[in-house]
């Protein structure tokens, strides 16, 4: 059974950092996409970031450029998100995504943007920034 397992959400003042982990067990995702995602009350789910299957290429939505970095250890099946100069609007549920079929010839941002490219979802992991 593939389990995608959040952690590292929690309550932290604006101007704050928090570093979200998904660790993926039942598989390896080492070929795979993998991405994070965020939904905030009475919004729809949008995209956040995500990396290639080798780590060397990242992408992000424009809202989070410049403060949100993702990494991934493949060795650990584990994602990283690093959140940082966090803002209220940054509150959210983050999930953390991974395809089932290989990425390695996913070409262009496209794909690693669009919730559909996932396959697998976590339960996700609250974030809320205060002011």
């Not at 397992?5 to 993926?24: M, T």
């Not at 290429?57 to 450029?65: E, F, G, L, Q, R």
């Not at 099946?77 to 509150?91: C, E, H």
Request: glycine share 12%.
């Amino acid at each position: 059974q593939v389990q995608l397992v959040e952690s590292g959400g929690g309550l932290v003042q604006a101007g704050g950092s928090l570093r979200l982990s998904c660790a993926a067990s039942g598989r390896t995702f080492s070929n795979n996409a993998m991405g994070w995602f965020r939904q905030a009350p009475g919004k729809e789910r949008e995209f956040v970031a995500a990396i290639s299957w080798s780590g060397g290429n990242t992408y992000y939505a424009d809202s989070v450029k410049g403060r949100f970095t993702i990494s991934r250890d493949n060795a650990k099946n584990t994602v990283y998100l690093q959140i940082n100069s966090l803002k209220p609007d940054d509150t959210a549920v983050y999930y953390c995504a991974a395809a089932a079929a290989p990425s390695r010839y996913w070409s262009g941002s496209t794909l690693y943007g669009m919730a559909r490219s996932y396959d697998y979802w976590g339960q996700g992991t609250q974030v809320t920034v205060s002011s």
